[in-house]
């Protein structure tokens, strides 16, 4: 039997599936939000495969995405887009939501929470 510790987030959530689960939760919200709407393209898919193949990548598992797309360069993919605090504000409170919704560890969803906060943050260029 495996050691707990000795296993990635990737494998504790259940892998992939929960991933692609966590995304396809997040872009419904998404999709109906006035605010982030309008940043996105007119199709959410392609947008929604990446970033759970990003996800899963960043927390342990294959390497797909960087295989397919090279190194995530997070903040320039998102530099051509207007990210402000409210912005910045409405996508973590949906990813949020997303994680709280995937029923995982509360330690598991404490460390994701922590990391999608700093990432939103992250992509702040604006200051409104």
Do not use: K
């Not at 039997?1 to 396809?24: I, K, N, P, R, T």
């Not at 393209?41 to 390497?63: C, I, K, M, T, V």
Request: overall charge negative.
């Amino acid at each position: 039997m495996s050691d707990q510790a000795d296993e990635s987030v990737y494998q504790l959530v259940g892998g992939l599936e929960w991933f692609h689960e966590l995304c396809d939760r997040f872009y419904q919200r998404v999709a109906a939000d006035e605010v982030l709407r309008p940043l996105y393209p007119d199709d959410l898919e392609p947008s929604r495969h990446w970033l759970a193949l990003f996800l899963a990548q960043y927390w342990g598992g294959p390497e797909e995405y960087s295989t397919s797309r090279g190194h995530p360069r997070l903040r320039m993919r998102h530099m051509h887009l207007r990210v402000g605090v409210n912005e910045r504000d409405r996508w973590y409170e949906h990813m949020a939501a997303a994680v709280s919704e995937g029923r995982i560890d509360p330690e598991i969803e404490e460390q994701m929470l922590e990391y999608f906060s700093m990432a939103a943050t992250h992509l702040v260029n604006s200051a409104e």
